[in-house]
């Protein structure tokens, strides 16, 4: 299924944001401050985010692509192993899923358990 390379996206983010900085005069990248008051609808919190190779929405994603003139698909990775996800599978093997437990009991400080 198809997926976002996020570590790519952070990459070419970055050499665009460093890109700006120097032709502003910056011995460094565009601080995000700036970028947020040159491209209002980019947070910094977003341009942060994806720095950090962290998911972000899907319009936030296009926004900053539209902002620093990048193409959206250079980013799809159509080749990601698929998550896992119970869509697509037999209803069988839905309910094994849903069978599994998500933590196993303890005994509590009280002695009651879990």
């Given at each position: 299924?198809?997926?976002?390379?996020?570590?790519?996206?952070?990459?070419?983010?970055?050499?665009?944001?460093?890109?700006?900085?120097?032709?502003d005069?910056?011995?460094?990248?565009?601080?995000?401050?700036?970028?947020?008051?040159?491209?209002?609808?980019?947070?910094?919190?977003?341009?942060?985010?994806?720095?950090?190779?962290?998911?972000?929405?899907?319009?936030?994603?296009?926004?900053v692509?539209?902002?620093?003139?990048?193409?959206?698909?250079?980013?799809?990775?159509?080749?990601?192993?698929?998550?896992?996800?119970?869509?697509?599978r037999?209803?069988?093997?839905?309910?094994?899923?849903?069978?599994?437990?998500v933590?196993?009991?303890?005994?509590?400080?009280?002695?009651?358990?879990?």
């Amino acid at each position: 299924m198809p997926d976002i390379d996020r570590q790519k996206f952070a990459y070419v983010v970055a050499g665009q944001l460093l890109a700006l900085g120097r032709a502003d005069g910056r011995d460094g990248p565009l601080p995000l401050r700036i970028v947020q008051q040159r491209f209002p609808w980019v947070s910094a919190g977003s341009m942060s985010r994806i720095a950090n190779g962290i998911d972000v929405s899907a319009a936030v994603m296009l926004g900053v692509c539209r902002a620093l003139e990048l193409d959206p698909f250079d980013f799809l990775d159509i080749e990601a192993p698929s998550p896992q996800s119970s869509f697509g599978r037999s209803h069988a093997d839905r309910k094994t899923l849903s069978k599994q437990y998500v933590s196993v009991g303890a005994s509590r400080e009280t002695g009651e358990a879990a």
